[in-house]
Nanobody, 115 residues
Framework: QVRLVESGGGLVQAGGSLRLSCAAS????????MGWYRQAPGKQRELVAV???????NYADSVKGRFTISRENAKNTASLQMNSLKPEDTGVYYC?????????WGQGTQVTVSS
């Protein structure tokens, strides 16, 4: 069983910053890829950023230069630093881990950016 717990969402004005954190536990391995996805109202869930165990990252074009994903393998945690937030960044943010051929999700944390 794999469990992911997110924290750090909230309400922020446009131009502000938030930091999301994710703690993973259960049957996971240090080599697993971790990521952040988001889902806005009425839209499909989309990739925000992913990071491999070696630190290789990939970002959605819409967040490049504003968001930074990081992880601490020893603690099985991943974080998403979000700067220069825009109203279009509003949505539920989900932590994700891909392990042993399966994808697991956290419960999600709400991020709301007011204009």
């Amino acid at each position: 069983q794999v469990r992911l717990v997110e924290s750090g969402g909230g309400l922020v004005q446009a131009g502000g910053s938030l930091r999301l954190s994710c703690a993973a536990s259960g049957r996971i391995f240090s080599g697993d890829t971790m990521g952040w996805y988001r889902q806005a109202p009425g839209k499909q869930r989309e990739l925000v950023a992913v990071i491999s165990s070696s630190g290789t990252t990939n970002y959605a074009d819409s967040v490049k230069g504003r968001f930074t994903i990081s992880r601490e393998n020893a603690k099985n945690t991943a974080s998403l630093q979000m700067n220069s937030l825009k109203p279009e960044d509003t949505g539920v943010y989900y932590c994700e881990i891909y392990t042993l051929g399966f994808q697991y999700w956290g419960q999600g944390t709400q991020v709301t950016v007011s204009s």
